[in-house]
């Protein structure tokens, strides 16, 4: 097997973090390991949680994070800056395990932009993980260090939105 890629989701569009789960669901297919990191949980239990249980061991997802995080950027509670501190350590054992073939950082492009987690710390991170090692990073507002880094990104545009016209989240469809 050749080197592993750095794949980025990014934008404002709908589907940085499904797209990640698709390409999960795809390696696992072939037998490989797949670990998804959400290093921000939503308000709802989402159906990949149940999903990849159904796949286990082969994929794994985790939550990391407390909950959406609505404060302004450089104005985080304390808690906020400790549950990133400790969810980024986590992060760095898993990538450095060589457990896996994929690992999803999902939301890290936000942790990233809210200042919650050192862009230079992940680059090198990314630089000396194991060699066939798969990475996607998936969040809006991707940090050009990392887009520089990336084998491959990819910008999600919202076209149009359900939600625009008021259509609430749906089940299946977000979460
Ligand atoms: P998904 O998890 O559906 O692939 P995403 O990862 O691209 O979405 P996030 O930025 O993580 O999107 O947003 C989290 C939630 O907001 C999801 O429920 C998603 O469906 C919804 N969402 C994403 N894009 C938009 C949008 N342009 N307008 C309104 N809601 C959105
Ligand atoms: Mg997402």
């Not at 939503?42 to 999903?51: F, K």
């Not at 950027?73 to 760095?92: F, I």
């Amino acid at each position: 097997m050749g080197n592993g890629l750095i794949i980025v989701n990014t934008g404002n569009g709908k589907g940085k973090t499904t797209a990640a789960l698709g390409l999960g669901l795809r390696a696992v297919g072939h037998g490989m390991k797949v670990l998804m990191l959400q290093f921000i949980k939503g308000a709802r239990h989402t159906g990949e949680l149940d999903a990849a249980k159904r796949l286990e061991p082969n994929f794994k997802i985790i939550q990391l994070g407390q909950g959406f995080i609505r404060t302004h950027k450089g104005e985080q509670t304390e808690s906020v800056v400790e549950n990133a501190r400790v969810s980024w350590d986590y992060a760095k054992q898993e990538i450095s395990s060589g457990l896996y073939d994929i690992v999803i950082l999902d939301e890290i492009n936000n942790m990233i932009d809210y200042g919650l987690i050192n862009v230079e710390d992940v680059i090198s991170v990314l630089k000396e993980r194991p060699k066939r090692l798969n990475v996607i990073l998936t969040g809006r507002n991707a940090h050009d260090r990392i887009i520089e880094l990336a084998d491959m990104v990819t910008e999600m545009r919202e076209v149009k939105h359900h939600y625009k016209k008021g259509i609430k989240a749906q089940k299946g469809i977000e979460f």
